[in-house]
């Protein structure tokens, strides 16, 4: 495998029983800032437990950091840091010495993982709070605290699972400019599983989203959003009219009251608005280029799928049906 991933899987699959988790899973996971997305149940869980070694695979394989997820799973931990979505937390215990704590469980010197807890803590704002016990903390000073522990051995590989879980608007930014600085300013990489599209895509510059143990895109955000490029209009006198006649021509339109995005085929997408607009007598009053939103660019590859859905939210915060994904095999973002 090539040293230039720092995840890397080869035809990986995991089977509990006859239920098939990951199925043939194929990573390429370059250093920097990378978002893992999907739906409940997509197998985004299991595929963390793997990278971690903590599980063993039914097949196929993979290198994080260099080293073997089936036989190396101890030093692959060493180098990684792991913020995980459920409470891992000790209540009775200060909070300096959790930290402390989880230092020693990866095999730190007591005395050298009470200085990093010190630093780590300050790091994530909780320098003045460190002797309070955890069981007394906010919900986004536990998540502050959990971060601390996942960087007290300065980990080369952050792995955070919903890390803004459950924090309001003052938290949820402060841990967002938090892991910002460990990916930009301590060249760490991190891989973040979030249900929150912004989250995601202010922290990361790529993607990797799975769907019922398959990997159906992997790439950079931006190179993923030309998939679907789309031409964004304002109209007056007749939207309905206008949507009506642009979709008899052949393009395809999405509409919210007198605004309509159509999917730019071409050049002559263009001339095909204005000539629908003439024809229907229909002002057009902004027509420019659309800049979608990673959230955008989930609808559209969930839409693929045969989904019918009008947010990510509506999709990520519940469980999805049993549905046949074979059919994007041939039209696979990737």
Not at 8 to 23: C, R
Not at 129 to 138: D, E, I, K
Not at 180 to 192: D, E, H, N, P, W
């Amino acid at each position: 495998m090539s040293n230039e991933w720092i995840i890397e899987t080869n035809n990986l699959i995991k089977k509990y029983g006859e239920h098939v988790a990951l199925d043939e899973v194929n990573l390429s996971i370059k250093e920097g800032a990378t978002g893992l997305l999907g739906p409940n149940g997509a197998g985004k869980s299991t595929l963390i437990k793997t990278i971690l070694g903590l599980i063993s695979l039914t097949s196929g394989g993979g290198k994080v950091l260099g080293h073997d997820i089936a036989t190396e799973g101890q030093l692959i931990r060493q180098r990684i840091g792991y913020m995980p979505e459920y409470d891992c937390l000790i209540p009775e215990m200060e909070a300096i010495h959790q930290v402390r704590y989880a230092g020693e469980l990866i095999g730190m010197h007591p005395e050298a993982a009470l200085q990093r807890a010190h630093e780590t803590m300050e790091y994530v704002g909780l320098k003045d709070q460190r002797y309070r016990t955890v069981g007394t903390f906010s919900t986004g000073m536990e998540q502050a605290t959990k971060l601390a522990c996942s960087l007290v051995h300065d980990p080369d590989l952050l792995i955070c699972d919903e890390p803004t879980n459950g924090l309001d608007a003052t938290a949820r930014g402060f841990m967002l400019d938090t892991l910002f600085q460990v990916v930009k300013q301590g060249g760490r990489s991190i891989l973040m599983s979030s249900h929150l599209m912004d989250d995601v895509e202010r922290i990361c510059d790529r993607i990797v989203m799975i769907h019922k143990g398959q990997v159906i895109a992997q790439g950079r955000i931006e190179d993923l959003k030309a998939i679907d490029r789309e031409i964004e209009i304002s109209v007056w006198g007749g939207a309905s009219k206008m949507e009506q006649k642009l979709v008899d021509n052949g393009l395809n339109v999405r509409r919210t009251g007198r605004v309509m995005r159509i999917t730019r085929e071409d050049e002559s997408t263009y001339g095909g608005i204005l000539e629908a607009a003439a024809a229907t007598n229909v002002q057009v009053r902004k027509m420019e280029d659309y800049e979608p939103s990673l959230e955008d660019l989930f609808l559209v590859i969930m839409d693929r799928l045969g989904y019918s859905v009008k947010s990510s939210s509506d999709l990520l915060a519940s469980k999805t049906p049993a549905m046949d994904a074979a059919a994007l095999q041939g039209r696979r973002v990737a």
